[in-house]
């Protein structure tokens, strides 16, 4: 009951921020950006667009991968018309494509630019099931398996851009609280729901994309660690957003409930605000690994702390995005069994 009422008030964490803080706000005090580039999925709409904002704001040389290349592009020149000095670079990239994935990263090694901060925002809620063109349920391969592969193939130019400047390199996945809605085993519901469409459920499979988001944080974090990189990796949990609802009056009861539900909501500026701060705050140098809400560093659910969960999602992940990615929900397959154990190559 008290951390709801923080919440609804906005009180202050130990950050000096708290759920009403902008992303204008909490980067205020963040050092001058202009010789970061930074990767933004997701940016050409809603908490990504935001967050591309304020960091073009802050002086940062902006990528936005997009789908949909026209939006992005409206998205930058709204951005530049606002900060006319704004360096900004749309590509095309599709996360649920493992080649679009592979393609875009080639493309812009191409151009030469560092790498200072990866945000990976992008997500889909698929309200009917479909599957990927590489065979896997469309929420993982767009919100997970997309992400895992770009930031895998990023990792060296991350790492070399962090040598080369001292500037430390921060990964920031964007996840969500309703990570903490699924329980069971990972990998096997991801192949139920992948190989039969009647197991499907759209918010635990969302759900479960999420979970992917934070156990890849958390393994990432332990890697990285070992390889004595000068590079963090944490995560985030954004808010629920407040969006222009439709909907029928019918009544005081109803138009209480609806008041007292939005109480509950963020603006977009607000949701942008804890992935900007755990991108630009110095004070979250070295920290990694760590789950973030409201711009306060909070407690991922139980199954998003499980090293060896993550461990073992991570090494599916790795076979997923290597070689056959039903391979890995196949009990007879002698790839499956490498689920259960950590791959020591990143």
């Known amino acids: 009951m008290l951390e709801t009422v923080k919440y609804l008030i906005g009180a202050t964490g130990p950050s ?8 204008e706000k909490v980067t205020e005090s963040c050092p001058d950006l202009r010789s970061i580039t930074a990767i933004i999925t997701g940016g050409s709409s809603g908490i ?9 704001m802050r002086g940062a040389r902006l990528v936005l991968p997009a789908r949909n290349i026209k939006a992005a592009e409206d998205t930058k020149a709204r951005i530049v018309a606002e900060f006319p000095e704004s360096e900004i670079l749309v590509m095309p990239l599709d996360l649920s494509s493992l080649s679009s994935v592979r393609n875009f990263v080639s493309e812009f ?24 063109e590489d065979g896997i ?21 991350m790492i070399e851009t962090a040598r080369n400047t001292g500037v430390q390199g921060r990964i920031v996945n964007v996840s969500s609280g309703i990570h903490g809605w699924f329980s069971g085993d990972t990998i096997r519901y991801l192949g139920l729901i992948t190989r039969n469409k009647s197991h499907y459920d759209p918010t635990r499979a969302y ?11 958390k393994e990432l974090a332990r890697r990285l660690k070992e390889m004595d990189a000068n590079v963090t990796v944490n995560c985030v949990h954004p808010g629920v957003v407040r969006t222009r609802l439709t909907r029928e009056r019918e009544g005081l009861a109803t138009d209480l409930a609806f008041f007292f539900a939005s109480k509950l909501l963020k603006t977009i500026p607000q949701a942008a605000a804890t992935t900007c701060y755990v991108a630009t705050h110095p004070r979250l140098l070295n920290v990694s690994g760590k789950f973030f809400s409201d711009c306060n560093e909070t407690s991922s659910a139980k199954l998003g702390s499980n090293l060896a969960e993550a461990a073992r999602l991570w090494s599916a992940s790795e076979i997923m995005v290597s070689g056959d990615p039903k391979a890995v929900f196949d009990p007879l397959n002698p790839l499956s069994l490498k689920t259960n154990k950590v791959d020591e190559k990143y």
Do not use: D, M, Q, W
């Open 48 to 56: 990504g667009a935001e967050t591309a904002r304020v960091l073009a």
């Open 137 to 157: 349920e469309i929420s993982f391969a767009t919100n997970h398996l997309g992400h895992f592969l770009l930031t895998k193939l990023l990792l060296n130019r």
């Open 109 to 132: 090694e191409s151009i030469g630019l560092p790498v200072n901060l990866l945000i990976n925002n992008a997500g889909k809620f698929a309200h009917e099931h479909a599957i990927s």
């Open 207 to 217: 759900a479960l994309s999420k979970l992917a988001n934070v156990l890849h944080a």
């Open 16 to 23: 000096g921020y708290g759920s009403k803080s902008t992303a």
